[in-house]
């Protein structure tokens, strides 16, 4: 893949992560002492995640590799009454050690249609291609494997001014089956906290939640969802 053009400017992302038991008292604690996000405050965060034939994105992040990437199609839904939005982008991620950068570009589909489709829809093939607008060229062939969901709540610390995102319910409903075999819908029992800027800590006003179990870690969705699918 070459990145001709990034659109994002590369961030540090910090990631932590807790029992998902315990997602209801991490948000209220949240809630009386961090500012909701003015923007996004709350939503459900959807994902069809793409990989090679090969499995070459799952390897990067299974092997530690310093550079990694993600090619995924997302839409967002009301976390409380779950309509879907109607935009929807297509995703390249790259991942230099604990810095990013990331090009979206918008579908022409909307975030129903794709709550909705089968992940062996032949249409879901031609999407990446979209990212050739954005500088983006795939080198391979990559097809769409599962979708992951969860939903998130974003926040802004008082005193840093970082980004937080608390993500919980993280589950895996359906996969394409040509890519893997069949597997039942599951909620993961890890729910994940991380800050987004120039940290690379918790910042001080944030100590407390290391009283309720957080533990600073590199956790990936993807990864954690493929080794739950290969289990069941």
């Known amino acids: 893949m070459s990145d001709k053009t990034a659109n994002k400017v590369a961030v540090h992302e910090t990631k932590f992560i807790i029992s998902n038991i315990k997602s209801h008292q991490i948000i209220e604690w949240l809630q009386c002492s961090c500012r909701a996000d003015p923007e996004f405050p709350a939503g459900t965060v959807s994902s069809i995640y793409y990989d090679t034939r090969n499995w070459g994105f799952l390897a990067e992040k299974i092997n530690s590799d310093y550079l990694k990437t993600k090619v995924r199609i997302r839409w967002y839904s009301d976390i409380s009454n779950k309509k879907d939005f109607e935009k929807s982008f297509v995703e390249a991620k790259f991942k230099i050690g604990n810095r990013r950068k990331k090009v979206r570009s918008l579908t022409p589909y909307s975030g ?10 032949s ?3 031609e999407i990446p291609f979209l990212l050739r607008n954005k500088g983006i060229i795939l080198n391979q062939s990559v097809f769409p494997v599962y979708q992951i969901s ?3 709540l974003r926040f802004i610390e008082p005193y840093t001014g970082c980004r937080i995102c608390f993500d919980y319910d993280i589950s895996a409903p359906r996969v394409n089956n040509y890519m ?3 597997s039942n819908p599951f909620k993961l029992q890890t729910a994940v906290f991380e800050i987004k800027g120039n940290v690379s800590d918790l910042p001080f006003h944030l100590y407390p939640l290391t009283d309720m179990g ?17 289990r069941s």
């Open 150 to 152: 969860y939903k998130r």
């Open 123 to 125: 249409r879901l093939l």
């Open 112 to 121: 129903t249609w794709f709550s909705r489709c089968r992940l062996d829809n």
């Open 180 to 182: 893997l075999p069949k």
């Open 214 to 230: 957080f533990e600073k870690a590199s956790f990936s969705k993807y990864k954690a969802c493929y080794e739950k699918i290969m």
